[in-house]
């Protein structure tokens, strides 16, 4: 399989877990009646995320190392060792968890950690230990297989939420969580049918001490920005209650395309960003973070704009009227993402400035730590919204400077000012003149507001891409076709 279309079903294998939780989170904010029980259910999932991320250090170490490796054997032996030791360390983090499920329950005021432990760890555990196997699928080439699994494991999520959905009666918390259950003991399976072979080889059954020193430093950066990620949540869930969580956790949505579109990117420009520094071809790195700056800004902005004024109402018809208020959340949250356009971290880390990256992670975490104490105790749910949004603005800062000092040149050398501003005021102006003719004028309901996202977004794209020829749209097909294999 070639390069172009193993990155390409990674890319559809990761957009079908995405599109597994999302659908999941929609289903039970409709299903479960209870806000506090939904709540409860979504901490228990955030618990599994940071799991996740504690972890996540091993099947980056597995595709590092696996490059380093010239035999077939050699490599084998890897596959082996790699997956031996995650799960030690998921077992240790396993029983952590259990020796502290009485504290995190009393914390979260989440009585669901004791009474249904086992149905949740073994959720834990499974949903841990397949984050290997996207890094183990992408290695052996067989990412299609990886696709077939995400995709089918998507379908069966909506099989059962349609079922509950017409079978109400039916609907529990127990039942959900065995179903979830069942589901992750079948994919890992599978998932185990690829590397059963390759663990009767003989050979170490544990990293060595190079490999462990890897993979801790990228465990602790993973860490550093899950906790940023996490941490609004995690506070409220411990100074507020399930019920306010489930509100936040509903309002703070994190829209899907963002991670697609700069994860896709980061992953083209670490090489190129990486040789142009060694070299100290500092304006060549300017020339292209401005170009790919453009094109973040023409792809990401009119989405974040149409969130801001359509919120409300894209919230209530995605997760029903009983969450009214999380579409005032979600209008306010979205001003979070504006700075995404530029990809900070990944700029750093490519120039020769990773050491920074940790520090700045540090500070923002601490940072907002801080500001949400303060917020949430005068401003409850709403104070978590103003803090998160005021510790990502000011959490550039460093970076900009950094990044200026290194590349010695000046911030509107590498951000297109002028794009920017002209993309920010006419999606703002057409999204709220469509928002005046169907809500005011009109009076339709605010499912449409589902309906005419496309059509908004087609407009922005085709008129700003024809005024500053970001995009050259023959080449674009051209290159789509070609990943494909058409």
Known sequence: MSLARNTLFVSLANFCTTLSNLALTIGLAWLLIDKEDFGKVQQLFMIAS??????????????????????????????????????????????????????????????????????FIGIVFLKALTSYFVNYFAIIKKTDKLFIINFSYFIFIMAFLTLLWLKKELVSIELIL??????????MIFCFLFIM?????KGELLINKKEFLYILPITGVTLLNTLYVFIDKYMISVMLNPKAYAEYQVGAFIIPFVGIITGSIMVTLLPVFSKLSKEEKFSEIVSILKETTKKTTLLLIPIFCYCLIFGKELIISVYSEK?????????????????????????????????WVVLTAFISLVLNVILNYFFILNYEVMGAVYATIITGYLG?????????????????????????????????????????IAFKILMLSGVWSLFMAGFYYFIILLFSNKLFKVFEMKNLFENLRSKIGI
């Open 323 to 355: 969450y009214s208020f999380s579409g005032e959340i979600f209008k306010i949250y979205t001003l979070r993402f504006f700075t995404t356009v530029i990809l900070f971290s990944i700029t750093m880390a490519s120039i020769g400035l990773q050491n």
């Open 396 to 436: 550039i800062i460093l970076p900009i400077y950094l990044i200026n000092k290194k590349l010695k040149t000046k911030f509107l050398n590498y951000f297109p000012l002028k794009e920017y501003a002209f993309i920010v005021l006419t999606s703002i102006l057409v999204a709220y003149i469509m928002y005046f």
């Open 178 to 187: 065995v179903y979830i259950l069942l589901l992750e003991i079948v994919k």
């Open 50 to 119: 940071f799991t996740l991320s504690i972890l996540s250090g091993f099947p980056t170490g597995l595709s590092y190392f696996y490059g380093f490796h010239k035999s077939y054997s050699d490599r084998v032996k890897l596959f082996k060792k790699f997956v031996l030791s995650m799960l030690i360390g998921l077992g240790v983090i396993c029983i952590g968890i259990f020796a502290f499920k009485n504290v995190i329950a009393v914390s979260f005021e989440n009585n669901l950690i004791i009474h249904y432990f086992f149905l």
């Open 197 to 201: 072979k390759y663990l009767k080889v």
